[in-house]
């Protein structure tokens, strides 16, 4: 921080310390994809066990198609939905159970905006020499500073 000038009151803090911008998903999406999860994990494991009853039915592909989508869905919503969204001066991050990946700023080669205005916008970043790819959806509080930030080139000012 800056030495308090007497005359003119305590000084702001310096722009370094501030802290990072911490981003997490909003509820509905998070929820959505929570529930989805749950749900199709529940109901393929019904209709598995309703197949075992009864085993000259041919209805479990049904429950493991079920299952499958359950599983990717509880993926997603590990990735994404149980993930923050981290903004600083250095770069941003995606942090969650499922993904820890960190961006710089400087490493950022491309950046592409899908399906904008759109229901489901996010973004598609391409950073370091070996050109990564990290696809991030635009589902967390405040996500529009992403945007802002990549085509800066740092963290978003307004």
């Given at each position: 921080?800056?030495?308090?000038?007497?005359?003119?009151?305590?000084?702001?803090?310096?722009?370094?310390?501030?802290?990072?911008?911490?981003?997490?998903?909003?509820?509905?999406?998070?929820?959505?994809?929570?529930?989805?999860?749950?749900?199709?994990?529940?109901?393929?494991?019904?209709?598995?066990?309703?197949?075992?009853?009864?085993?000259?039915?041919?209805?479990?592909?049904?429950?493991?198609?079920?299952?499958?989508?359950?599983?990717?869905?509880?993926?997603?919503?590990?990735?994404?939905?149980?993930?923050?969204?981290?903004?600083?001066?250095?770069?941003?991050?995606?942090?969650?159970?499922?993904?820890?990946?960190?961006?710089r700023w400087t490493d950022?080669?491309?950046?592409?905006?899908?399906?904008?205005?759109?229901?489901?916008?996010?973004?598609?970043?391409?950073?370091?020499?070996?050109?990564?790819?990290?696809?991030?959806?635009?589902?967390?509080?405040?996500?529009?500073?992403?945007?802002?930030?990549?085509?800066?080139?740092?963290?978003?000012?307004?």
């Amino acid at each position: 921080m800056s030495p308090a000038d007497p005359a003119t009151g305590p000084a702001a803090p310096d722009a370094a310390a501030l802290p990072p911008l911490v981003l997490p998903c909003r509820p509905a999406p998070r929820n959505l994809m929570i529930l989805a999860a749950m749900g199709l994990l529940a109901a393929g494991t019904v209709v598995l066990a309703r197949a075992l009853e009864r085993p000259d039915a041919a209805g479990s592909w049904h429950g493991w198609l079920m299952l499958l989508l359950g599983g990717a869905s509880a993926g997603l919503a590990g990735r994404y939905a149980l993930a923050r969204l981290v903004l600083d001066d250095g770069g941003f991050r995606l942090k969650g159970l499922l993904v820890d990946r960190a961006v710089r700023w400087t490493d950022i080669q491309d950046w592409k905006a899908l399906s904008p205005g759109g229901p489901a916008e996010s973004v598609l970043v391409v950073y370091g020499e070996t050109r990564r790819r990290l696809f991030v959806p635009l589902i967390y509080e405040e996500s529009q500073a992403l945007p802002i930030g990549l085509a800066q080139r740092g963290f978003p000012r307004y």
